[in-house]
């Protein structure tokens, strides 16, 4: 290695060590609080499913398209919270604690607040979710755009076929988890 090349590698270690001891400016500051919570959100998904699909097969409606799609859903939630569990480990373990911990919280709020029977509450529940994940990503997209969680966008037109009437309840979800 070159002594040129040396230099420009101390360099650029030590400007990155200085970016580090900053921390975010206050536009990116704006933006923390709604990644949070969409990252959460995105974590209250994999329950969601999973709730769902308990639900579907209690009433006989997990069939053959039903059942695949569902099996395509959880993949996709599966993916994109374990791309957020890692992202936040590797900035912060503690980050990663909490950011379970925040799950477990929000999870049981979004439940309580809404008061069907299932498999509606779990259905709209799980559509809910997706849409609120859109807006909170478009939200950051500027600036920190979660690009695993782009194909959640897609489950409402995946879980369609099974036939459940959506109650578009993303206001009651969102006004009760803050």
């Known amino acids: 290695m070159k002594y040129k090349q040396m230099q420009l590698i101390r360099r650029t270690a030590w400007m990155n ?9 206050e536009a ?3 933006y923390v609080p709604i990644a949070v919570r969409m990252l959460t959100m995105v974590a209250c998904m994999g329950y969601a499913v999973l709730d769902l699909e308990a639900a579907l097969a209690d009433v006989g409606k997990l069939r053959h398209q039903v059942k695949l799609r569902m099996g395509q859903i959880r993949h996709m939630t599966e993916y994109a919270h374990g791309t957020a569990f890692n992202m936040l480990h590797s900035v912060n373990p503690a980050a990663s604690r909490q950011y379970n911990d925040q799950l477990d919280w929000m999870y049981g709020r979004i439940s309580a607040c809404i008061l069907l029977s299932e498999p509606e509450k779990s259905y709209n529940i799980v559509v ?12 950051i997209s500027g600036r920190y755009d979660f690009a695993p969680a782009k194909p959640l966008y897609r489950i409402p037109a995946l879980i369609a076929c099974a036939n459940i009437t959506d109650y578009r309840l993303d206001n009651i979800i969102e006004l009760n988890t803050k």
């Open 17 to 25: 060590l200085q970016i580090l001891d900053r921390g975010p400016s």
């Open 28 to 30: 990116d500051a704006k």
């Open 128 to 139: 809910s979710l997706c849409r609120l994940i859109e807006k909170y990503n478009g939200r």
